[in-house]
Each structure stands twice: as C-alpha cells, then as structure tokens.
C-alpha cells in the first residue's frame, strides 16, 4: 500500500477509536466547533497576502467547490489589491494541469487586473503544505516596517481545520469563507464530519515533502 493511503486510513482508524473510547463526545466537540467556524466565518479581509489552497480538479477544470474560493479571490482583489496572491495546488494526475494553474487560468478569465501580483505554488498537496509554503513566501517578502497579515480563503466546512493546522505551525491567520453563507445541505454536512475527524488526528504526520518551490507568474488579461 502506498504511504499517503496507508497513512491516511490509519488516522482514519485513530480518530473512530477516539470517538468510540468517548461515547462519541470527542467528535461531537470537534463537530460543534467545526460547524461554529463554517457557520460564523467572514467573507472579508483587508490582509496584504491571500492564500488559496487547492481542491481537486474536474475533467482538469476548476470545479464548484474551488470556484467558489477564487471567486471569493477576485472579489476581495476588486474591492482592494493585495500585495500579493498566492495560489497553490498540485497537479493530481500526470499530464494534467495542476491547482494552482487552474486557478490562475480561471482568475484570468474573471477579469483579475494584470497588476496583481499572484505566486504559484504546484507542489503542495495537503493543507500543512499550502500554510508551509505560505509562511515561506512571507519570509521572502521585501521588509518595508510592516508585519503583513495572511488570509486563507476556503469552504466554510475546511476552515476549522485551517485554523487548527496553522495554529500547530504557531501562524497567526485570518480564516476567509469562500461561499456567502453556511448552508446545512447532507454533502456540506458530511464534509464537515469528515473534517471533524481529521482535525481529531492532526497530530499525525502528514505524508509529502514540504519544501514547495515557487513560481512567480503575473496573469495576462
């Protein structure tokens, strides 16, 4: 078995023990608190960097759920420009375009202004890795006095587990909904149980090389 289901299906393991050996109340916690960050998050930032992780492609398109995190991008860069804007995502099949490419192509096509300076990320593939490389291109950022601020855009069910990540790697960032509002339907439901149950072994090692390498691309109209 390859590492990356291996080790996913032993944290899936981990977290039924943790719900079984509770009665249920571990997860029903984590459940609560998920849904409390998806229902209550705001769909507005004023921070200088922007990062949007990746989704998994469709037919190597952006699919729904993505677009709504890059649309959620282009409106925030309307109202005010960033100093920069970081996509990031891996190319999950050979020969196929990967995340972030997808993202910039689909920004592209809303209108973003060629100002705008956005970064490519293609490597990452999990959410450790998007905030990893984030706080890596933070570091490289021109000191002018300033301590810039990072926004993570997101589904509303993935940002709890945003929040949980990034507070493991001691980041202080903003959590941004991508969609306008919660709404409770039985997929965004089982989404968040599935999230609630991953934050539940996010002590786990996650499977990947971190060390991202970025690509600075400025998208043409």
Request: hydrophobic share 40%; aromatic share 4%.
């Amino acid at each position: 078995m390859d590492a990356r289901p291996a080790q996913l299906l032993r944290r899936g393991l981990r977290a039924l023990w943790l719900t079984v050996s509770s009665g249920g109340a571990a997860l029903w916690r984590q459940l609560r608190e998920t849904r409390r960050i998806a229902r209550d998050a705001s769909v507005w930032s004023d921070a200088d960097v922007l990062l949007v992780p990746g989704h998994r492609l469709r037919g190597g398109e952006v699919g729904r759920r993505f677009a709504h995190r890059v649309d959620r991008t282009w409106r925030l860069c309307r109202k005010q420009p960033r100093d920069l804007v970081l996509l990031s995502g891996y190319a999950g099949e050979t020969g196929s375009p990967t995340e972030a490419q997808a993202a910039l192509g689909y920004l592209t096509d809303l209108g973003l202004s060629p100002s705008q300076r956005i970064v490519l990320d293609n490597h990452a593939a999990t959410t450790r890795q998007n905030l990893e490389a984030a706080r890596e291109r933070l570091a490289m950022l021109p000191s002018d006095g300033r301590v810039r601020r990072l926004a993570v855009i997101s589904n509303r069910y993935h940002l709890a587990r945003i929040g949980a990540i990034a507070q493991r790697l001691d980041m202080d960032v903003e959590l941004v909904a991508a969609e306008r509002r919660w709404r409770a339907s039985p997929r965004a439901c089982l989404a968040l149980l599935l999230e609630s149950a991953a934050i539940m072994t996010l002590d786990s090692v996650e499977p990947g090389d971190t060390n991202a390498q970025l690509q600075p691309i400025t998208p043409n109209p």
